[in-house]
Every structure is written in structure tokens, then in C-alpha cells.
């Protein structure tokens, strides 16, 4: 069974945090519900005494960073006065003692907690404070495009059935294409980004209801992206913002499609990308 999108990000997450950091141990997951998380990714243990571990908001080290929706650490976890000690089991099996525990919060929301540790009672530096921060903003990126996405497919399925349905909704369809098209490159787990390229696909058959189809023209994916933000008159750099390129690339595969499609301008390329099927 492939890995869910979580457990993806999440591992590498944990090993950027260890290599960044230099810490031998780093472990997390998400929240299950509002308060509690559960331990699913261990990198650099010795045991699996951590796996599994539900941490709740408030409880140790890891539940006081879920509550105070911050970064938290100890010097020494077990003789520490500033947490609870509900899980110094565990956290004593695997041999811990100077631990760092920073939250992933999604939309000022809490989803998951990252943790990362050492072995002896060292007190924790500021590249080591940078790291751990820098690997939760890896998890939160991860999770706010899938939620993104999500959000986009539940609304696509709708349009895609009768895009016509209301006035507006057309432009509405075009609109979802180009933002299901820039999130696509960014979507790791390989089942959710198929299906978004399938109703991208689907989003764009769909204008063969309203306009003639011409045959014969192939795009590669990039150049597909490109008109897609161009279709909805963004400039090169802005489309370059929205696909993570730089303006010369955009530039390029713009060009590229627009000889593909014989067209002179980019109005052109965006009409005859439109009657071959390629955008709504």
C-alpha cells in the first residue's frame, strides 16, 4: 500500500530537521483531533518506544508546544519543572534528554507537532531552534496545498457534471483548471495529484460543449500550466510566482507552445489551446 501524503512529508521533514540540526533523533505526527497527536514517524531512534505515543494538548513537552501554539524545549526532559511527565517512560527507553518540540500549524490552526533530540543535557541552540521551525514550515506548506487541493477537487466535481449550470460558472471552471493545474507539481502524494491531473483533464473536455475541437496538437504538462495562468491574464512573472519558475522558463514554454499551435500571440496560443480541448 503506497504512503499516505502525511507519512511522506512527515519523514522528510525529520530527516531535513536531523541533517540540519545535527540532532541523532527526530520524531512527530499529526493531530487526530483538536488536542491529540499521535507519534506515526520516527527517524534516528534506537527503539520503538516512541511510536504511537498520543500526546495531548497541555501534556509534556510536545502537548505544551500543541497548547501554547510555539516552539518549546528542555534542557533535561525528565528532571524538567516547566512540563508535565506523563510520557518520561518512553521518552527515558529511547534515552533522551534535550528535547525541542515545535508545532504545525496550518491557517493558525495546530495539525501535527515535529520534535527533535539529543542524548545528553545540552542546552539547544539557535540553528538548532531555526532547523526544527524550518522543518514544521515543510510539513504546513505540504498541508496547505493539499487541503487546497481538496477544497478544489470537491468544488471541480460539481462543475465539471454542468458547468453551465449558472451564469459565471464557466470562468469559475477556467479559474479552478489554472489553480488545479499550479498546485499539481507541488502535490506529493501521487493517488491525489493523478486524480487532480484527471479533473483537469475533465475541466478541460468539457469545452467541447462550446466549441469545436481541433485535433492533433500535444502540449508537454509545463506548457499546459502556462497558458492555463496566461488564460486567466497573468503576466509571465506572475504565472512564474504561481508554478514556482522564473520568468525566463515561463517565457520559454510559452513560446514553445505557441510554435506547437502555430499562434503569434499569446491570445492566440490561449483560443487555439481552447478548441484543441487543451484549457476550458
Known amino acids: 500500500m503506497p504512503e499516505s501524503v502525511d507519512a511522506v512529508e512527515m519523514q ?29 514517524e520516527l527517524n534516528g531512534a534506537q527503539t520503538t518506544a516512541l511510536r504511537g505515543l498520543v500526546i495531548s494538548a497541555g501534556s509534556g513537552l510536545g502537548g505544551k508546544a500543541i497548547a501554547l501554539s510555539r ?21 527515558a527507553a529511547e534515552g ?5 518540540a515545535v508545532p504545525v500549524v496550518v491557517r493558525r490552526k495546530v495539525r501535527g507537532v515535529l520534535y527533535g533530540a539529543l542524548r545528553a543535557p545540552l542546552t539547544l541552540g539557535d540553528r538548532t531552534f531555526d532547523a ?5 514550515r515543510d510539513v504546513e506548506q505540504a498541508l496547505a496545498v493539499r487541503d487546497e487541493v481538496q477544497q478544489l477537487l470537491a468544488v471541480t466535481r460539481e ?36 486524480e487532480l491531473l484527471v479533473v483537469c483533464g475533465r475541466l478541460a473536455a468539457a469545452a467541447g460543449a462550446r466549441v469545436p475541437r481541433a485535433r492533433g496538437f500535444q502540449l508537454a504538462p509545463r506548457e499546459v500550466d502556462v497558458l492555463a495562468c496566461v488564460a486567466a491574464g497573468a503576466t509571465n512573472a506572475a504565472a512564474a510566482g504561481r508554478l514556482g519558475l522564473r520568468p525566463e522558463t515561463v517565457k520559454g514554454y510559452l513560446r514553445s507552445a505557441m510554435r506547437k499551435l502555430g499562434a503569434h500571440t499569446r491570445l ?10 487543451l484549457l476550458p
Open 12 to 40: 522528510a521533514a525529520l530527516l531535513r530537521l536531523r541533517r540540519t540540526s545535527g540532532l541523532p533523533v527526530a520524531f512527530g505526527g499529526l493531530l487526530s483531533d483538536t488536542r491529540h497527536a499521535r507519534i506515526a
Open 71 to 91: 516552539p518549546c524545549a528542555v534542557t533535561d526532559y525528565a528532571s524538567s519543572r516547566h512540563i508535565s511527565h506523563e510520557y518520561d517512560t518512553a521518552v
Open 96 to 100: 533522551l534528554r534535550s528535547v525541542v
Open 132 to 136: 526544527a521551525v524550518a522543518a514544521a
Open 159 to 194: 462543475e465539471v457534471t454542468d458547468p453551465l449550470a449558472a451564469p459565471g460558472a464557466w470562468e469559475d471552471v477556467r479559474e479552478a483548471h489554472r489553480e488545479l493545474r499550479a498546485l499539481a507539481p507541488k502535490v506529493v502524494d501521487p493517488a491525489l495529484r493523478d
Open 268 to 277: 492566440e496560443a490561449v483560443v487555439a489551446a481552447r478548441r484543441a480541448g
